[in-house]
């Protein structure tokens, strides 16, 4: 009968599924974190299962569970002008699984439980919806975990600034520090308290939507 060895990557992908990051990908997301403040893990990130249960509900949501959240209506500190949806069984159920504060933690080193006032899915699918620059509030968001559902562009060049998540080293900068794409089935990990980042106004055929976890620090 021949050995099986169970290979480290077999073992990671069972201890964090439904990630299927493997342990370079984990690694890499480590050093990531650690050195700029953000990991970016996928595609794929997640089980083609899980994703698109999540991207179901999310369509779902938006015709009957989301409001508009734009600055001055008493509920946005941020300048912004979006789409937010409540989550259903199917976020809940996602941010409930014990591997998501395995991953965070093996990615940031935090013991993380989920900020459940603080999470949302997020729409940018109108022209003109953006996200202004800011820091996330340590009490309600210490880290942030936004999965990709959908990310669509008109052109065949390069992914326009809507897509992207802008990442800066101060408020002040002229520029970003870094650009992250958003796509399908793509985890970005941020350390949103400390860097600040916004999302540019999107144009006519740019279609953003983002599942946003917010987390808090596990009590020691
Ligand atoms: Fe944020």
């Not at 992207?164 to 408020?171: A, N």
């Not at 399908?184 to 400390?194: A, E, F, P, Q, S």
């Amino acid at each position: 009968m021949p050995q099986v060895v169970a290979s480290p990557t077999a073992t990671s992908r069972t201890t964090l599924a439904p990630f299927v990051i493997d342990d370079a990908g984990l690694a890499q997301g480590r050093d990531q974190f650690s050195r700029f403040g953000f990991a970016v893990l996928g595609p794929a990130a997640l089980t083609n299962e899980v994703i698109q249960q999540l991207r179901a509900e999310a369509v779902k949501q938006r015709h009957g569970g989301a409001w508009p959240l734009r600055y001055g209506d008493g509920r946005s500190k941020v300048p912004e002008a979006n789409m937010r949806g409540h989550f259903g069984p199917a976020a809940q159920g996602f941010l409930r699984r014990d591997s998501v504060p395995r991953l965070m933690r093996t990615i940031t080193g935090h013991a993380v439980s989920p900020s459940w006032s603080a999470s949302c899915y997020t729409w940018y699918d109108v022209p003109g919806a953006w996200l202004g620059r800011h820091c996330d509030k340590r009490d309600a968001c210490f880290l942030t975990m936004l999965v990709g559902l959908e990310s669509e562009w008109p052109t065949v060049s390069g992914p326009p600034a809507g897509n992207q998540l802008w990442i800066y080293d101060s408020f002040e900068a002229r520029r970003p520090t870094f650009r992250v794409t958003t796509l399908v089935n793509r985890i970005t990990i941020l350390d949103g308290k400390r860097w600040p980042h916004e999302r540019q106004p999107v144009q006519e055929g740019q279609y953003v939507s983002v599942l946003c976890a917010c987390f808090l620090a596990a009590e020691s």
